[in-house]
């Protein structure tokens, strides 16, 4: 991201925590990449603001200016979830993620109105923001060649939520560039490069320090790779390395 626009994105997202304080309201944002969404944690307190994006494990988030016990009540996010499924799901063509954000957007819609899209057997399971949701069921009715129909739902079929499986790693120090580089098969420089450009999150802060330790239980997310949980060390091995345990979404 270049610096004018990291430099106006803090200064939005400063203006919507101002506007929440000074009128005892909740302001929002439309949906955020994750790099973007960290930026507010550089111009407003934690307590300010929520970060959601439909669903555990959500990459594309809204921000939600505002504190429920200060105000003293609470206003939902603004999300949909949309189910979009084949008419005829044996003929079906298998969909993937390009297609489903292709089809939607083909049909005027702005980026930053659509959050995740988990597809699964042939389905799209799409957050987006509510008041574009009607739209979208009305007037999405293929995708490539094959003929859909959408649904709200309430909440997320327990089976498509990301799951997640447990991985040891050896490696040879408890440092984030370290872990990284073992998890995803990357050489010790391409894993610094994605430090330096501002690719990697730990629970949702941007982390350039590559040589920083996690906790257990923190959540790093590798922009264009995956996401994790890093649990605990195992072992040390007789090698003079470590055994790690994490938790990688799948």
């Known amino acids: 991201m270049a610096e004018i626009e990291e430099q106006q994105l803090r200064k939005r997202f400063a203006e919507l925590a101002e506007q929440s ?3 005892s ?3 929002f944002t439309d949906f955020l990449s994750a790099t973007d969404a960290a930026l507010v944690y550089s111009v407003a307190e934690e307590s300010e603001f929520t970060l959601w994006g ?4 959500c990459e594309r988030q809204m921000i939600r200016f505002g504190n429920p016990e200060d105000f003293g009540y609470e206003v939902a996010f603004p999300i949909q979830i949309l189910k979009v499924e084949p008419l005829l799901r044996k003929f079906a063509e298998e969909l993937t993620h390009r297609d489903f954000l292709g089809a939607i957007m083909n049909l005027g819609i702005e980026r930053d109105t659509i959050g995740d899209i988990v597809v699964k057997d042939k389905v799209g399971y799409v957050f987006v923001v509510e008041r574009i949701g009607d739209y979208i069921r009305e007037n999405l009715s293929q995708i490539r060649h094959t003929h859909v129909k959408c649904q709200v739902l309430d909440t997320m079929p327990e089976d498509v939520n990301p799951q997640l499986k447990p991985v040891e790693l050896i490696v040879s120090s408890i440092r984030l560039d370290s872990i990284v580089a073992k998890l995803y098969h990357l050489s010790r420089n ?5 430090f330096r450009k501002k690719l ?3 629970n949702g802060r941007i982390m350039e320090n590559n040589s920083g330790s996690p906790k257990d239980g923190d959540v790093i997310a590798v922009r264009g790779y995956g996401k994790f949980i890093f649990r605990n060390i195992q072992y040390d091995t007789r090698k ?3 055994a790690i345990l994490v938790d990688q979404y799948v």
């Open 21 to 23: 304080y000074q009128n």
């Open 200 to 202: 990697i999150l730990v």
């Open 25 to 27: 309201a909740y302001y």
């Open 54 to 57: 439909g669903a555990d494990g």
């Open 240 to 242: 003079g390395k470590q």
């Open 190 to 194: 391409q894993s610094l490069d994605l």
